[in-house]
Nanobody, 128 residues
Framework: QVQLVESGGGSVQAGGSLRLSCAAS????????VAWFRQAPGKEREGVAA???????SYADSVKGRFTISRNNAKNTLYMQMNSLKPEDTAMYYC??????????????????????WGQGTQVTVSS
């Protein structure tokens, strides 16, 4: 079991920046695929970015070039630097650690073959 606690959300104006953090418990963090998801009111949860144990990353097209996912395995912490924020980035942001998935899988996806451990979320609000 993995426990995840997000922080760093807040309210910013369009064009601003925020850095999200996620503190993880569990000795396997360094070998886990971890990711960020988000869910806006009235919308389904969607994947934002993922990072594998070797540092390889994947991003949703909507955030490429603006968001950067990173990890510090020594601190069991996941980060996401969000720049050039837009009002459409407004959502609850969730940290996730892969629980079950195909071998080698590390993408911010929600499918029937993948399951994640979830944090409680941190709210990001971007005003125009």
């Amino acid at each position: 079991q993995v426990q995840l606690v997000e922080s760093g959300g807040g309210s910013v104006q369009a064009g601003g920046s925020l850095r999200l953090s996620c503190a993880a418990s569990g000795s396997t963090f360094g070998s886990d695929c971890v990711a960020w998801f988000r869910q806006a009111p009235g919308k389904e949860r969607e994947g934002v970015a993922a990072i594998d144990s070797d540092g390889s990353t994947s991003y949703a097209d909507s955030v490429k070039g603006r968001f950067t996912i990173s990890r510090n395995n020594a601190k069991n912490t996941l980060y996401m630097q969000m720049n050039s924020l837009k009002p459409e980035d407004t959502a609850m942001y969730y940290c996730a650690a892969l629980a079950v998935g195909p071998y080698g899988y590390c993408y911010p996806g929600i499918t029937s073959t993948v399951s994640w451990y979830w944090g409680q979320g941190t709210q990001v609000t971007v005003s125009s």
